[in-house]
């Protein structure tokens, strides 16, 4: 399985910004998908996850400002992401497996896109 994500850049404090993430190859096999983020000098995050049929998990901290959503015929993941802050800043990484769980990562890793948040 191979991840593409797309859609980061830079953004000012309070902004928004939608990463989108295609998922290519043995696509049958992925069930779960999602997005996970490092910031420099800290350890990789969960920011959201979704299953094939909707279940979703956040990071308690970005309920109400972040949202992820999936479309199966596209084989795509959304996240987007409101209010943006500085600490948001980090390379976000796509993320997809084939176990139906939403609170661990999967063993498929994109290649990491970079959202930087400042004015």
């Known amino acids: 399985v191979q991840l593409q994500a797309s859609g980061g850049g830079l953004a000012q404090p309070g902004g928004s910004l939608r990463l989108s993430c295609v998922a290519s190859g043995s696509i049958l096999s992925v069930n779960i998908m999602g997005w996970y983020r490092q910031a420099p000098g800290k350890p990789r995050e969960l920011v959201a996850a979704?299953?094939?049929?909707?279940?979703?998990n956040y990071a308690d901290s970005l309920k109400g400002r972040f949202s992820i959503s999936r479309d199966n015929a596209k084989n795509t993941v959304y996240l987007q992401m409101n209010d943006l802050r500085p600490e948001d800043t980090a390379v976000y990484y796509c993320?997809?497996?084939?176990?139906?769980?939403?609170?661990?990562?999967?063993?498929?890793w994109g290649q990491g896109t970079l959202v930087t948040v400042s004015s």
């Open positions: 993320n997809a497996g084939s176990l139906p769980r939403v609170t661990v990562p999967g063993q498929y």
């Open positions: 979704i299953s094939r049929g909707g279940g979703t």
